[in-house]
């Protein structure tokens, strides 16, 4: 297959606007000529110590500049990055390395424990920056096919698989969120989410491509962000929905100011309440839907529809294509539930070394997301749940985000989480998991009232269960598979 070769994405920046700020970082910035220069002499030093093009490398760094610096090295050698997730286990860790066929390891060095269980040489980025400094081999053109990185999917049943990530995936999935949200030169995309997670990779990418600055936070911080969206003149930021209500409670009764353009909304169906609230404040908010998969949003509201579509994901990205199917195959009717199927240039082309797993996930051209959506009568995406966590009771689907976002209106309730239990007659029923707000004496027959008055009986859930907070993985998307785990471990000790 052909594909079409381009300039190097950093070194063509770097040519085309050498004194654009590139990134933020505390109180710190850096040119896209001094992020060229700093990664030249990184590729020259990584070369040194064998890393070489077309090499699986994995990457296991934090949010740091130096990350940025690094992670462009590496595309400059034409080495593809396996971008690690910090929070992971080492044993998990070691497990996604050796899946890969990592011939070497960059890292953190308080992440050097994972060194003892890895037989590949492994250097942290101390020692990569005091390597000696060869000429490095740079790839002055890349082809839109070749593989850019290779992501983890958080692996909802049985072990994770390592989506392949190629430059042309990431194009297409900058070009599709400029041709959606616009672009002027006066953007600035704050990224306080991992930028070992594809929401931050990929603002990563629009960066460069885009000639945009980033300012780079090491975690998220609703203060901090405050603060920076108005002294740094942040246009977007990428959230997701724990993250947003932070921010909401944050600014209490005032304002972000006229430049800020939006929130980009992404990590699983929003809670109602939750954009209701933002609208009430006059928060611009665009929900988005997308994966690892697509290389980041794939579906997005566009502006003029955020008001009277709340709670819609949107139309796909310019390239890209939607259509929600039943289980017999056939296209669903407006407003009826089925599997999210996507395609376009954004989609990964399948799974590293997992040709049966792409097969069975691909259909001409097609990907099957797993997940559960509807499509209105205009064609905007409502999703509703992962397919995996689909409650079956008595017959009846039940979507856990739905029970969620009804939680999530009641006022003690900061947090909630819910799953199925296994169930005798019914074959399943909802449990909640609830994490109240801090003062808050909520009861759960006052919830069960709540929850008789704004759903269906047969969606209410049977049991509440209080904790003071819920698993959550590293883009803050809720774990509902381990909320499964504790229910069945509260039953065993009741």
Not at 355 to 364: A, H, R, Y
Request: glycine content about 8%.
């Amino acid at each position: 297959m052909q594909f079409e070769t381009m300039p190097n994405f950093l070194k063509n920046r770097a040519f085309l606007t050498p004194d654009r700020t590139a990134v933020y970082f505390n109180e710190m910035t850096m040119t896209f000529k001094e992020l060229y220069d700093e990664a030249y002499h990184t590729a020259g030093k990584l070369q040194g110590l064998g890393v070489l093009k077309d090499q699986y490398v994995g990457v296991l760094l934090k949010n740091h500049v130096d990350t940025v610096v690094i992670l462009f090295a590496l595309q400059l050698l034409g080495v593809k990055a396996v971008i690690l997730n910090n929070r992971l286990t080492t044993k998990e860790l070691i497990w996604q390395l050796n899946d890969s066929r990592a011939t070497a390891l960059l890292l953190e060095t308080e992440f050097q424990e994972i060194k003892h269980g890895v037989d590949i040489p492994a250097f942290t980025k101390e020692q990569v920056f005091a390597a000696t400094l060869e000429r490095p081999f740079i790839q002055e053109e890349i082809n839109l096919g070749d593989v850019c990185t290779i992501m983890y999917t958080s692996g909802t049943t049985g072990h994770p698989k390592g989506v392949v990530q190629t430059f042309g995936n990431h194009w297409w999935s900058a070009a599709g969120s400029a041709l959606n949200l616009g672009y002027t030169e006066n953007d600035r995309w704050l990224c306080s989410v991992p930028l070992f997670h594809i929401s931050g990779f990929s603002i990563l990418m629009r960066s460069v491509i885009y000639g945009m600055p980033i300012i780079l936070h090491e975690s998220f911080s609703a203060e901090k962000a405050i603060i920076d969206i108005k002294t740094k003149q942040v246009t977007i930021m990428s959230v997701v929905g724990t993250m947003l209500t932070r921010m909401v409670d944050t600014l209490k009764n005032s304002r972000l100011p006229v430049h800020f353009r939006c929130f980009l909304l992404g990590g699983g169906p929003a809670p109602l309440p939750l954009l209701e609230a933002c609208l009430a404040k006059k928060l611009p908010v665009f929900q988005s839907y997308g994966m690892t998969e697509t290389s980041s949003q794939i579906v997005t509201l566009a502006p003029e529809y955020s008001m009277n579509k709340i709670g819609s994901a949107g139309k796909p990205l310019f390239p890209s294509q939607l259509k929600v199917v039943l289980e017999n195959g056939e296209i669903a009717p407006a407003k009826e539930a089925g599997e999210i199927v996507v395609k376009g240039p954004n989609v990964t082309g399948g799974y590293l070394y997992r040709p049966e797993t792409t097969k069975e996930k691909f259909s001409e051209g097609w990907l099957h997301t797993g997940d559960i959506g509807y499509l209105d009568e205009e064609g905007f995406l409502y999703v509703l749940d992962r397919r995996s966590d689909l409650i079956i009771s008595g017959g009846e689907n039940i979507y856990p985000a739905e029970i969620e976002s009804v939680l999530l209106a009641y006022p003690d309730v900061a947090e909630a989480g819910v799953t199925g239990l296994k169930d005798d007659t019914w074959g399943q029923v909802p449990v909640a998991f609830i994490v109240l707000k801090e003062g808050a004496e909520a009861t759960e027959k006052q919830l069960q009232e709540h929850c008789l008055e704004n759903l269906a009986k047969y969606k209410v859930p049977k049991k509440f269960l209080f904790t003071e907070m819920l698993p959550r993985n590293a883009a803050n998307k809720l774990l509902r598979r381990k909320l499964s785990k504790l229910v069945n471990e509260r039953r065993d000790n009741d």
